[in-house]
């Protein structure tokens, strides 16, 4: 099993930029499929973002196309979310998650429940 730590949230401007990360250890981070999912208060976990195993291919949520980027360094057991021109319904708790299975087909991988290991989230804010 992996585990999951995140970091980088904070406060920022609309318009502002925040890069998350999400360090991983135990087994090998090659072998999972990372997301990263959002959480604001009263609302449902949603889906951000998905990179493959190799990192070379990338799905993401409609809201956040053209404003957020997933990346991942397997050498350095990490996977990043760049946050670009960010707005204040962007603000949440970020969680990033991990699962081994493989499936054909991002859409498998927009289900929270698909996951089996999850961060301690980080809470960006944004203010109008």
């Known amino acids: 099993q992996v585990q999951l730590v995140e970091s980088g949230g904070g406060l920022v401007q609309a318009g502002g930029s925040r890069r998350l990360s999400c360090a991983a250890s135990?087994?090998?981070?090659?072998?999972?499929?990372m997301g990263w999912f959002r959480q604001a208060p009263g609302k449902e976990r949603e889906f951000v973002a998905v990179?493959?195993?190799?990192?070379?291919?990338?799905h993401y949520t409609e809201s956040v196309k053209g404003r957020f980027t997933i990346s991942r360094g397997n050498a350095k057991n990490s996977v990043y979310l760049q946050l670009n021109s960010l707005k204040p319904e962007d603000t949440a708790v970020y969680y990033c998650?991990?699962?081994?299975?493989?499936?054909?087909?991002?859409?498998?991988?927009?289900?929270?429940?698909?996951?089996?290991?999850w961060g301690q989230g980080t809470q960006v804010t944004v203010s109008s």
């Open positions: 998650a991990a699962t081994d299975v493989y499936y054909s087909g991002f859409s498998y991988y927009s289900d929270w429940k698909r996951y089996d290991t």
């Open positions: 135990g087994r090998t981070f090659g072998d999972y499929v």
């Open positions: 990179i493959s195993r190799n990192g070379a291919a990338t």
